[in-house]
């Protein structure tokens, strides 16, 4: 694989440099994740593979976890999805309410805390057995199957979730959520419980790369149309308000967690998955941004 020696020139670089920033340790299980933790897997359209440090440890994959509901949301809704989301970048932290007022409770995109609130109620109001579905579907993405909520991270989420308390019930109050609140808070809990590899996060994103269908076995997941307004979403909101240096700096879609990790999509080409728990000012992974970005200067490729 061309990409081997770099990915494993650049891991060995930003390892020797220091590990700066703090694990999100408001959520009381990811502050107990060795801080040292590092890795790094890429997946080829066309299934070559590599994979170096931690990239088959599990992790909480956290807001990483809003691309899988968004997908399974287009992919019942269709357009009709947008009539309750925005498209925008906000401009703002992933948990503000500040712009809920001025947009009556119109979320400004699906990545924001907000937005993904209301997919879970879509989710639950479309679905039989919301948490199942959600499941079989992340499942059906690749050749693993062992992706699973983590009871006591959704415990830890919910001991301190006030603030998505907060955002659940206003977005209510503007008539954009139709089920019980506290229904909706479980569902988005425990999606953002979700736990992954890199490794197994480069497959069930592969998708996105290939024009909506999965590399291990060619499904058509969404639409070629579909994967590609999720992959500009992703380049203009994954990373909360730092969406836009991860734009001029790395040059790839891609979508982060507050767990450590970040996925990021080079359309026809890959998915590289990257795992390191200490995050910078903005709540994405410090050691995460600075390979990517040397990785794509390294690679002298990008979307653009």
Known sequence: MRYKKLIKEVFEQIQSTENKGEKASYIPELAKV???NFGVHLLTINSKQFGIGNFREKFSIQSIAKVFSLSLAYKLLGEKLWDRLGVEPSGT???SLVQLENDNGIP???FINAGAIVISDILLSHLENPKED???FIRSLSKNKEIN???TISASEKSIGYRNVALCNFIKSFGNIENK????LDFYFDLCSLESTCEQLS???SFLANNGKTVHNNTQILTKSQSKRINALMQTCGFYDESGEFAFKVGLAGKSGVGGGIVAIHPN???ITVWSPKLNAKGNSYRGMQFLEKFTTATEQSIF
């Open 149 to 151: 909520y983590s009871a």
């Open 93 to 95: 932290s992933f948990n």
């Open 134 to 136: 959600l499941l079989d």
């Open 34 to 36: 060795n801080s040292e």
């Open 269 to 271: 080409q890959y998915v």
């Open 203 to 205: 497959d069930q994103f």
């Open 181 to 184: 609140p506290e229904n909706v």
């Open 108 to 110: 400004r995109n699906p």
